[in-house]
């Protein structure tokens, strides 16, 4: 199954339906076109999920590039661990709070569309994938062996590699621990190589 594949071109109508981009009630071949230029290596989800946190008064004037920039931040987030630069260290309960409204987001999103959800892809593709090195957002790659000679094979439901969503929970599990200290050393993954 393929939850998380790049929107198709059904899906982008369908989106800029929704969400009145279009000429009055209509929506072109060239609009969903010049949208899907700018969105192709985004899901469905994800136009849908940044669509969905503009301002109804705002929404229709949205542009492709705002909703690449917003979906770019909205996957920059959850892998950055702490606020290094900031005095202030990071407080847990508002960050689950807005992990847990994001996710309920993203799950309602997946309930419109009929797909199936999944929490742990959700929660793994927060993530650089340590194994087969795929970017956060992006799914896994099929790789089974890496350079080192490890062998992985990817979750057949999550299609996430079992040690991508082990390191995102391990790092979760880190967070939590270590609030009282400022999150000065927050390497991403993966960053030996
Ligand atoms: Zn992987």
Redesign the pocket.
Known sequence: MSTQKPLTRNEMHGLLAHYRLGDGDHVSDDQVTAWLRELRHYSAAECHAALSSLPANKVTRATPSQIAGLIDRARSQPARTGTPSSARPPVPRDREAAAAAGARGIAKVYAAMGWTWNADHVLARTVR??????LAGQV??P?SRDRSGKR?L?DPITR??P??LTAVKKKQAAEQSTRGETATTAAPQGAHA
């Not at 994938?129 to 795929?134: D, L, T």
């Open positions: 994938c340590p194994f087969c090195k795929a896994c790659g790789l992985e990817r996430m590699h040690s991508r």
